[in-house]
């Protein structure tokens, strides 16, 4: 079965301090992994994706994530996070052709404190 | 990366009026786009698979004749919620698929309440 856990429901970091969102992942095929941000009453915003080469892909705003096969991880990170950064963040996984939706984790709320 | 608009981005009704939200690809052409419905502090539930020129896919226990969607066009598809009730307030997101980057682009949600 396909599906993406998000271990961490709510995480709280300080202003300046580093982040790690963690991603598990179950996918049948080849997966497509993504990260987008939601913040409140917003639609999702992408912020990065792996499809295949350099498993440490860049996104938007300073973020960046790490695809490792033997984990089934797809793990966002930022070196320093910005009072801006808080908001919902959801890991998704998808196949690469057809109509198929992607499949989504439960998101992890961030909250960032002074 | 690709914008994807919806329209309106809020909308109060009276129950048992109908109303219907826009969702547009605006720089890319879309041939499947989805619809989601997400409650207050939840992850995103799909609702259902929209394909330009053919019939909706709704997921299980989704009402398709409450939902009805349509996807008239390329970049165009609406979902119009019949008879609605207050058990059908809730925050609408429509995502359009990229074709040519292999990714779903969402809009900006709307908001409906129906008192």
């Known amino acids: 079965a396909q599906s993406v856990t998000q271990p961490d429901i709510h995480i709280t970091v300080s202003e300046g301090a580093s982040l790690e969102l963690r991603c598990n992942y179950s996918y049948g095929a080849t997966p497509y992994l993504f990260w987008y941000v939601q913040s409140p009453g917003q639609g999702l915003q992408l912020l990065l994706k792996?499809?295949?080469?350099?498993?440490l892909v860049q996104g938007i705003k300073g973020f960046e994530a790490e695809f490792k096969r033997s984990q089934s991880s797809f793990n966002l990170r930022k070196p320093s996070v910005h009072w801006s950064d808080a908001a919902e963040y959801f890991c998704a996984v998808g196949a690469r052709s057809g109509n198929t939706p992607l499949v989504f984790g439960k998101g992890t709320r961030l909250s960032v404190i002074a | 990366g690709a914008v994807v608009s919806q329209h309106p981005s809020w909308v109060i009704c009276k129950s048992g009026t109908s109303v219907k939200i826009e969702c547009r690809s605006l720089d890319f052409q879309a041939t499947t786009m989805f619809w989601y419905r997400q409650f207050p502090k939840q992850s995103l539930m799909l609702m259902a698979t929209?394909?330009?020129?053919?019939?909706?896919?709704?997921e299980q226990g989704v009402e398709k004749d409450k939902f009805l969607i349509n996807h008239a066009s390329l970049t165009l598809s609406t979902l119009t919620v019949t008879s609605a009730h207050p058990e059908d307030s809730s925050f609408y997101i429509c995502?359009?698929?990229?074709?040519?980057?292999?990714?779903?682009?969402f809009g900006p949600g709307t908001r409906l309440l129906v008192l």
């Open positions: 792996y499809f295949s080469g350099d498993t």
């Open positions: 995502s359009a698929r990229d074709l040519a980057q292999e990714t779903q682009y």
């Open positions: 929209s394909n330009e020129g053919s019939k909706a896919t709704y």
